[in-house]
C-alpha cells in the first residue's frame, strides 16, 4: 500500500484540470518550451536543403545543366539530404547515454554548442562534398534534440498539461520547417551564393537564444531522483511548480514510480526496452514515430521541388509550401484543444486514416488522362496537400510524441524514445533515397503517383494502429506501469479500473 504523500500526490494529479495545471505550473511550461528549440534547429535544416533544391543560385553553383537548366542530381539530392535521417539515427542512440550519466541540461548544452560548429562548416561550405560533411556531422548532433525535448517535456509537467507539452514537439517541427520555407523564399532570387548562405548562417541565431538560458535551466527532478539526488530533486520541482504546489508529495510520487519500476525489473539499458516487459512499449513507440514516415511526412521536406514538379511555377511552389506548413501549425494548435477532452488513441487513428484517403485521392488524380494540361487538377492536389497536413498537424504529428512518452517506462525513457528515433531515421533514409528518385523529372517522375504508395502504407499503418495502441490519456506514470504489467489490451486501456490491490 502507498504512503500518504504519495496518494495524495496522485489525487492531486487525477484532479487537476487544464487550466489549474497551467496556473500551477508555469515555470514547467516555459523550461519545456525552452527545451524544444533544439527541435526547430533540427526541423529547420532538412527543410531549408529541401527548398534550396528549387533556388537557382544554389541549382547553378551546387548543380549542372539539363534540359537548358541548371539541377542537383538525384544522387546528391539524396545524399545531401541523407545527412539529417542518420543523424537523427546515430546521435539519437548515442544521446541517451549522456543524458542518463549526465542530466538532459548538460547533455543539452553540449548539443547545441556542437551544433554551432557545424553550422560554420554549411556557412562556408562552395562545393557538394564539403557541404555533405557540414550536414553529416550537423545530423549528428540535431538528432539528439529529438530525445532531449520529449523526456524533458514529460519529466517536468503533471498529467494534465503533458500531452500538449510532449506533442509541442511536433509544433517546433512545424516552426522550423515554416521558418525555413520563409527564409528560402526571401532569398531565392538573390543570384550570389548569398541565396543560401544567408539561410544556413540563420541557424546561429537559435543558438545564440539558446546558450545564455541554460546555465539557469532546472534539471528533470526524475532525472535527479533515479541519482538519488532527492534534495536537488525537490528543489528542481519546487523551481518548476508554484509555491501551491506540494512538491514533497510530488517526490514521494516519483520515488514510488521508481521503485515499482524496480521490482518490475523494468531496467535501464537498451536490451532493457526490447526484454518482455518492456517489449509491447517499445513496440508502440517505434511504431507510431515509424508512422510519420510510412504516412509520406518525408514530402515536406522535398515540399517546394515537389509542387515545382507538380506543374506549378517557382514562385508559386514556394507559397504553396509556406501554406503547406502554415495549415500545419493551426492543425497541431487544434489538437491541443482536443487533447483535453479526447483521447489520444482516437484522434491518432482518425487523423492516420484521413492521411490515407487524402493521399489515395492525389494518386486517382494523377491518372486523369488530361492531367498534363488541365491546371485544376495540378491545384487540387496541391491544395489536397494543404489538407493532408492539417490532419496530420492535428493527429500523427504531434500525438506521436505523447504516446512515446507515455507508453515508455520512465528508467528507459530516453531510450525507448531513441530506439523509436532510430527506427524513424532509418525508415527516412530509405525515404531520403527514394523520393529524389520518384518525384525527378529525369528519373521516375512520378508526381502526384506517389498517393497511391504513401496511401497505401498509410493504410497498413492504421491497421496496426487499431489492434495496438492504447488510451492513455489521463493516467500517471505509475498507473500506466500497472496496465502494462497486467497486459490490458489497447481497446480496454482507457476505461480499464486500476482497484487498490493493483496499487
Known sequence: MKDDNVRDALDAEHQMGFVEAV???????????FFSLGVIMLAFDPQLLGNLYAVPAFQRDFGYEFKGEYIISAPWQSGLSMGNPIGQCVGALFSAYPMEWYGRRKT?????????GCVFIQFFARSLPVLLVGELLGGLILGAYVVIAPAYASEV???????????????CFVIGQLIANGVAAGTSKLDSHWAYSIPFALQWVWIAIILPGIPFAPESPWWLARQERFEEAEKSLRRLASPRVNVKNTLAMIIETDRLEQEMEAGS????????????????????????????????????????QAGLSTDKAFDMSIGFLGVGFIGTLISFALMVRVGRRTIYNSGLAMLAIIQ?????????PSRETNTGIIWAQSALMLVWNFFYGISVGPICFVIICECSATKVRAKTIAVATAVQAVLGIAMTVAIPFMIAPDEANLRGKLGFFFGGLAAICLAWAYFRIPETRGRTFEELDLLFEKGVSAREFGSYVLRVEDE
Request: charged residues 10%.
Open 269 to 308: 539499458t537498451y536490451w532493457d526496452c526490447f526484454r518482455r516487459i518492456n517489449l509491447r512499449r517499445t513496440e508502440i513507440s517505434i511504431g507510431v514515430y515509424a508512422t510519420q514516415v510510412l504516412s509520406g511526412i518525408y514530402l515536406i521536406n522535398y515540399g517546394t521541388y515537389f509542387f515545382v
Open 360 to 368: 489515395l485521392i492525389i494518386g486517382v488524380l494523377d491518372c486523369v
Open 157 to 171: 509537467c503533471p498529467v494534465a498539461i503533458r500531452g500538449q507539452l510532449t506533442s509541442y514537439i511536433n509544433l
Open 23 to 33: 496556473k500551477l505550473y508555469p515555470k514547467a511550461i516555459g523550461w519545456s518550451v
Open 108 to 116: 543539452f548544452a553540449v548539443c547545441v554548442m556542437g551544433t554551432c
